[in-house]
């Protein structure tokens, strides 16, 4: 059982690059999350969706945009990496809304 | 809106039990969980408890639910070193945004 896969684990950018972050899960959830996570911070909701074809704002999601164009994968775009983006990033999948999430391991992002 | 919150940091010996509270404000949480991280990993289930429970446990685990006062509570039996990580509370409200997660508890085993 694979779960929920991020690639890729690490990358460094340049301010102003582009990138994409790709979550993949395999257990046919509807919801599929994207969080950050920063020292004392926590974890905080870029975007989500609902199902295939859906997705909506969370918490922070200035200088992201996201595509859920198959049910099992779900995109994470950064247009123009700024050095405030350097963070840790998961993706996560439930099969109901308020069940258990299930996460990936993470992909660590620096922007110099 | 919803708000979950907990302590950041947690220090106990080595075979103590360590105790990491929590309080969230959304009453109509269905669910409660415990996450684990551990360094450079995911979060990975713990445990979770219906609202409806005051109490779970599972092994080293004790799960406590005081509904009326919003307040949850994990206890770990007998801490060892690999029990050292963070501990995110999360509850389940309903709404399609999914969990809202605590900033986490970070538990420093000392020998």
């Known amino acids: 059982n694979a779960g929920v896969t991020q690639t890729p684990k690490f990358r460094v950018l340049k301010t102003g690059q582009s990138m994409t972050l790709l979550c993949a899960q395999d257990?046919?959830?509807?919801?599929m999350y994207w969080y950050r996570q920063d020292p004392g911070m926590g974890l905080r909701l870029i975007h989500y969706?609902?199902?295939?074809?859906?997705?909506a704002k969370g918490e922070v999601p200035d200088g992201y945009n996201v595509s859920r164009l198959k049910k099992q994968n779900f995109l994470l775009g950064l247009e123009s990496a700024a050095p405030s983006q350097t963070s840790v990033y998961f993706c996560?999948?439930?099969?109901?809304?308020?069940?258990?999430?299930?996460f990936g391991q993470g992909t660590r992002l620096t922007v110099v | 809106g919803e708000d979950v919150e907990q302590s950041l940091f947690l220090s106990v010996r080595e075979g103590d039990s360590s105790v990491i509270n929590c309080t969230y404000t959304?009453?109509?949480?269905?669910?409660l969980y415990w996450y684990k991280q551990e360094p450079g990993a995911g979060l990975q289930l713990l445990t979770y408890?219906?609202?409806?429970?005051d109490m779970k446990q599972d092994q080293r685990l004790t799960v406590l639910l005081n509904k009326k006062d919003k307040h949850l509570s994990l206890r770990i039996a007998d801490t060892q070193t690999g029990d050292s990580a963070i501990y995110f509370c999360?509850?389940?409200?309903?709404?399609?945004?999914?969990?809202?997660f605590g900033k986490g508890t970070h538990l420093i085993i000392q020998p």
């Open positions: 959304d009453s109509s949480s269905t669910y």
């Open positions: 408890i219906f609202s409806n429970m």
């Open positions: 996560a999948s439930s099969l109901r809304v308020n069940g258990e999430a299930f």
């Open positions: 999360a509850e389940g409200g309903g709404g399609a945004d999914g969990l809202t």
């Open positions: 969706s609902v199902g295939e074809g859906t997705t």
């Open positions: 257990m046919n959830h509807e919801y």
